[in-house]
């Protein structure tokens, strides 16, 4: 089983977050700016999770921008991990 079978979240480090933008360009559905200037997740009710390492659910139809999110953050600071065993697949801490 590939990592895109199985359930994806998604939360943002954001004592890594430099506020690029570059995710909430990639994929906005996910992640969004707010007032501090740094990027948060956020759910499917578009409220932001501000709790540090609050996950959401990472949607399929937007999971390559997510992924590619997290490849591309200069702050390193996207996770995406397995929701079954909380095992990060993308971002700074995937093997």
């Known amino acids: 089983m590939s990592a895109t079978d199985e359930p994806l979240e998604v939360w943002i480090d954001q004592d890594l977050c430099t506020g690029d933008g570059i995710c909430a360009q990639y994929a906005p559905e996910v ?56 095992v990060e697949v993308y971002g700074p801490d995937a093997d």
């Open 31 to 86: 992640f969004e700016l707010d007032i501090d200037g740094l990027a948060y997740v956020k759910g499917t009710d578009d409220e932001l999770r501000q709790q540090p390492g609050e996950s959401v659910p990472v949607p399929l139809t937007v999971l390559q921008d997510v992924v590619d999110s997290a490849k591309e953050c200069p702050g390193d600071c996207i996770h995406v991990r397995r929701v079954s065993d909380r």
